[in-house]
């Protein structure tokens, strides 16, 4: 109805996902390449979340990229069920290894020696189904049959998957997390461009309030545009209002529970009532035999606040396991501090580099980093998180801090750590000898980045190197042809495939640190 309205060519914010299948969130498009990195191996990954509207969209696009064996575990899945969705001739009476080694001769006859079996909403499977995976994932071991089980659901199943007798098939275990308002923002744009919209409905204001209501939750987010956009349309209005956003709350959102409330409102108006009655009554009857209290002010004290404390960066104490954990934060990744190390990059795609270069160099690179530096009387670490052309934002203990470029320079020691995206298969360059799935990557990769169309070659061709060369000119590289190290981190970043520093012109020049909220 609103689609001709809002010049829409397509009906927006149905997916989360654009037609060629990636994900319009870059941290969802992370996660969902570990997913199919993961299901190529024998173990379980398991993905939860509070949204089982999201979980699914994975599995869709699981099934697009994989030959993979779904299974709903909802309302309630035993493993009898369990075997009987994986082999409906198997019976119940048949002992469970009997049973388990049916499922396994099955696929193997039918030459699948590579299955992957995804599970939604895992929290309604029962405890014995933890124990038949098990014993599923250890038989096809046995029969050379590569097995990977995928578990989606909420948020308390991973420490059920922990606890388990899966345990030690585990590959990893990742929780999403709620996307920030800069996400939301950057979401909304993607879905107007996908579905041919020039001018977004959504105001940034609309959507940031939207951001606060839902929390970070993307399925609340299309639910609120859908019902908002349609309350907008009814109105012929040329974008959503503050009414419109409301309309559309009230049909998501619960209310808020207003029991309490109104509970304290009719005690309070009890309270109110019988002291006029109480008042009026002794005028009628008689003269009460002592004086009422006559209170001395009803003026209540009125504390003077207290000055507020302006924080000062010298006074941050940030250590580097704090700093990376920041920093893999950035890249979507909620590591712990004790994780949060160079050399443990290598298990989610990413590389770590460090060592010693000028804040020119690194913002040239255009990856967050992050910096030591000398701060008062001790070594702090922060996380470069913008760079203009004259001020910087760093992130120390969860608070950004904007500083001019002459304070960093004088407060860097010039150390630095980064992290930046290896290739699908694991790899920091591209030569000739690199399998087909690198090769079709840099070839959809080149494409967006010079505008192009795919060649659809997976072997390494002079036309790849062609369009290698002219994308380091383009970007002003060693012209070799090769995509190394450096040309596969700035076409990725060319390709809003990983975070960046949004390199930016500032407007002012501030002379001391200023706080940002």
């Not at 199919?36 to 024998?42: H, P």
């Not at 099934?63 to 035993?78: D, H, Q």
């Not at 030690?168 to 800069?182: P, Y």
Request: with cysteine; charged share 20%.
């Amino acid at each position: 109805m609103y689609q001709s309205h809002f010049k829409f060519s397509t009906p927006p914010f149905r997916n989360i996902t654009r037609k060629s299948g990636d994900f319009l969130v870059p941290y969802h498009q992370d996660v969902f390449n570990l997913l199919k990195e993961k299901s190529q191996q024998a173990g379980v990954t398991g993905l939860f979340y509070h949204d089982s509207e999201l979980l699914g969209q994975f599995s869709e696009a699981l099934k697009r990229s994989n030959a993979v064996i779904p299974v709903n575990a909802f309302p309630k899945l035993s493993a009898n069920n369990l075997l009987y969705k994986l082999n409906p001739s198997v019976k119940e009476s048949k002992n469970k290894l009997q049973a388990v080694d049916a499922v396994l001769r099955q696929w193997r006859d039918a030459r699948a020696t590579q299955k992957v079996l995804v599970i939604t909403h895992a929290e309604a499977m029962k405890h014995n189904c933890y124990d038949l995976l098990a014993m599923l994932l250890t038989r096809a071991q046995e029969l050379d049959v590569c097995l990977s089980v995928i578990l989606m659901g909420s948020e308390d199943q991973e420490t059920m998957l922990t606890d388990s007798a899966l345990q030690a098939f585990v590959l990893t275990s990742h929780t999403l997390r709620n996307l920030t308002c800069r996400e939301f923002l950057s979401y909304v744009d993607a879905q107007c461009e996908e579905h041919g919209a020039a001018i977004s409905p959504l105001t940034p204001a609309r959507v940031k309030k939207i951001h606060a209501l839902t929390k970070g939750n993307i399925s609340k987010l299309n639910a609120l545009a859908h019902l908002s956009m349609l309350a907008a349309w009814t109105e012929r209005a040329p974008n959503v209002g503050p009414r419109h956003l409301r309309l559309a709350i009230g049909e998501v959102l619960p209310a808020r529970k207003r029991g309490k409330a109104l509970a304290t409102v009719g005690l309070f108006a009890s309270v109110l009532f019988a002291a006029c009655g109480w008042m009026m009554t002794s005028s009628i009857t008689a003269k009460l035999p002592v004086a009422l209290p006559v209170p001395a002010s009803w003026k209540q004290p009125v504390k003077t606040p207290d000055a507020p404390v302006v924080p000062v960066i010298e006074n941050e104490v940030v250590n580097q396991p704090d700093a990376m954990h920041q920093l893999y934060a950035m890249w979507g990744y909620d590591a712990s501090a004790d994780d949060a190390l160079c050399q443990n990059a290598a298990k989610v795609n990413l590389m770590c580099k460090q060592g010693t270069a000028s804040l020119d160099t690194l913002t040239s690179e255009g990856y967050p980093w992050v910096s030591e530096m000398k701060t008062g009387d001790h070594i702090n670490y922060a996380v470069v998180a913008r760079a203009g052309k004259t001020s910087l934002d760093l992130l120390m203990n969860n608070r950004t801090w904007q500083v001019s470029r002459a304070w960093y320079n004088q407060h860097a020691t010039g150390n630095y750590t980064l992290l930046h995206r290896l290739t699908p298969s694991g790899k920091d360059e591209i030569t000739a000898a690199s399998d087909s799935k690198d090769l079709e990557w840099l070839d959809q990769q080149l494409s967006v980045a010079l505008g192009e169309n795919e060649t659809h070659d997976k072997n390494w061709t002079a036309e790849l190197m062609k369009r290698t060369r002219e994308f380091q000119e383009k970007m002003h590289l060693r012209v070799d042809g090769i995509p190394g190290e450096e040309t596969l981190m700035q076409l990725m970043r060319e390709t809003h495939t990983t975070p960046s520093v949004q390199i930016q012109a500032s407007q002012a020049t501030p002379n001391t640190q200023e706080k940002h909220a």
